[in-house]
């Protein structure tokens, strides 16, 4: 593929809702992170894989928020019970190993009323 | 105190002036710099990494870094209007973890 694709790019939720984000990154990269970027703001980290292996979730905001990778490729970021301060522009990033050379997709806007 | 800190700006050149962006870190185990480029509704693009103590060049940038003050600069040569766009520092964070951490970015307009 030519780059790292998230989606859907827009996603409107209501309070409450569940909602799952998807991305599919560079074939080849080991390393896939999630990043919750605010308006105005730099990208937060939230989770890293290295293949299928969750090793680090330390950003995850709380437990409603879950990441899975489950054949170190596609991976999907699953938000339970949506709130309002859920409301950031998701970004996934890919790269060959490691946080050398992110590339990110362009991310899922998502917007909880 | 955030981990990684940059004027959120605007800073506002002309046209073919130097641009300087600025970025302050708090991890001392940090072992390497990087800075992306944002246009605006876009994705992060990467454009420099440093990781020696220094300057680094490549065409109209240059990266530097201070590991003794904590500081890492970018310099933007003959500025030009397709360079406005917000510029994030990030920095690789100290240990064994794979984790970045951006700073908040600096919003840079060229004026023409």
């Known amino acids: 593929g030519a780059g790292v694709s998230q989606s859907p790019r827009y996603k409107v939720a209501k309070r409450g809702q569940d909602v799952a984000l998807r991305c599919d990154p560079i074939?080849?990269?080991?390393?896939l992170f999630w990043y919750q970027q605010a308006l105005g703001q730099g990208p937060e980290f939230l989770t890293y894989?290295?293949?299928?292996?969750?090793?680090?979730k330390s950003g995850l905001p709380s437990d409603r928020f879950f990441a899975e990778r489950p054949e170190g490729s596609v991976s999907t970021l699953k938000i339970q019970r949506t709130q309002q301060e859920d409301s950031a522009v998701y970004l996934c990033a890919s790269s060959l190993q490691g946080y050398e050379k992110l590339f990110f997709g362009s991310g899922t806007q998502l917007s909880v009323l | 105190q955030k981990e990684v800190e940059q004027n959120s700006g605007p800073l506002s050149v002309p046209e073919g002036a130097i641009a300087s962006l600025n970025c302050t870190y708090s991890d001392r185990g940090s072992q390497s710099f990087f800075w992306y480029r944002q246009y605006s509704g876009k994705s992060p693009e990467l454009i420099m990494s440093?990781?020696?103590?220094g300057d680094k060049e490549d065409g109209r940038f240059t990266a530097q870094l201070n590991k003794a003050s904590q500081y890492v600069s970018l310099l933007i040569r003959d500025s030009q209007p397709s360079d406005s766009a917000t510029y994030l520092c990030a920095v690789s964070y100290g240990g064994a973890t794979n984790k970045l951490i951006f700073g908040t970015g600096t919003l840079l307009a060229v004026q023409p």
């Open positions: 440093i990781y020696s103590n």
């Open positions: 894989f290295q293949n299928e292996a969750q090793l680090d």
């Open positions: 074939s080849g990269h080991v390393s």
